[in-house]
């Protein structure tokens, strides 16, 4: 349902109500959709600029069920991706991938997010990524454990986490992508199991 010409908060609009259809009771919090030079924002909650043909579009979204939140991001592009966007975006994901693969119990949360961090350091991007990791989900939508750099919680089966690594070039261009896991014993389980491959719309 997503064109080129509606604004960020029509986007939202069709997320939340799709959601609300399908037994959400609410948005786990005010629904992220940014795009073009606003997906520099790491937290740009939808706003009525309009959705342009190159642009990257995130969106951080989750619903409350029976009391639990959800939470996950993806981020796609309006149109053929350009080469600085493939770029970003490959760095990001295998960021990401390598983030999931590392949970598992005993593990910290800043030795979690060093996965993370280090590999979008070691491709030039230092404070391009300037959040945490991730965050644990549940009750709250924001709650232990945390994954940054200076969590030392220690990871326990049946934890959740959100992996969400980003990178964010002030006032052009940003992506995140994220999905809730579980912590298991002998590594974990991915609860969003939404494509991550880059989704170029209408091409």
Do not use: W
């Not at 280090?118 to 939508?141: A, P, Q, R, S, W």
């Amino acid at each position: 349902q997503l064109k080129v010409g509606m604004t960020e908060n029509e986007a939202r609009i069709i997320l939340e109500s799709e959601m609300l259809k399908r037994g959400s009771e609410e948005p786990s919090f005010a629904t992220i959709v940014a795009s073009g030079n606003r997906s520099s924002m790491p937290h740009g909650v939808a706003s009525d600029k309009v959705i342009e043909a190159g642009d990257f579009v995130t969106f951080d979204f989750g619903s409350v069920y029976k009391g639990y939140h959800s939470d996950m991001t993806r981020t796609i592009v309006m149109g053929p991706a350009s080469e600085l966007q493939k770029k970003l975006y490959s760095i990001v994901l295998e960021a990401q991938k390598r983030g999931v693969a590392a949970v598992r119990a005993g593990i910290t949360g800043k030795e979690l997010d060093a996965v993370c961090r280090d590999y979008i350091k070691e491709h030039g991007y230092t404070k391009e990524f300037n959040h945490g990791t991730g965050h644990g989900v549940g009750l709250e939508i924001h709650e232990e454990p945390v994954a940054n750099t200076k969590s030392d919680t220690v990871f326990t089966e049946n934890m959740i986490i959100t992996v969400e690594p980003g990178i964010y070039i002030t006032g052009t261009i940003g992506l995140r992508i994220e999905d809730s896991v579980i912590v298991k014993s002998d590594g974990y389980e991915v609860l969003t199991h939404s494509p991550k491959e880059l989704i170029e719309i209408g091409i």
